[in-house]
C-alpha cells in the first residue's frame, strides 16, 4: 500500500500519513468488506483511492486560501487596555 501512495505522492512524510489513514479507515469499516464483491487487495485499493482524493480536496482548498491571502499584509496583533 505505501507503494501506491507513494506513486501518487512525492512527500514521505505525506505519503507516512496517507498510508497510515488507508489502514485506519480500512480497521473502521472492516465489517463492510465483501469478499465476493472482490478480494482484499481491491478493497484497499479503493479505500486508498479515497484517501487520496480527500488529501487532493484538501490540499487544493489551502492552496486556494493560500493565493487568495496572498500579498495581503497579516492583520497587526490587537493589544486592550480594558
Not at 9 to 19: F, I, M
Not at 21 to 41: K, M, N, P, Q, S
Amino acid at each position: 500500500m505505501t507503494g501506491f501512495v507513494a506513486r501518487r505522492v512525492l512527500d514521505p512524510h505525506l505519503v507516512d500519513d496517507l498510508t497510515t489513514e488507508v489502514f485506519l479507515a480500512a480497521i473502521e469499516t472492516a465489517d463492510r468488506y465483501r469478499a465476493r464483491l472482490g478480494g482484499e487487495t481491491a478493497w484497499l485499493v479503493g479505500i486508498a483511492r479515497n484517501v487520496l482524493a480527500a488529501e487532493r480536496r484538501r490540499s487544493a482548498r489551502q492552496l486556494d486560501k493560500d493565493r487568495r491571502a496572498g500579498g495581503r499584509r497579516p492583520l497587526a496583533p490587537t493589544t486592550s487596555n480594558v
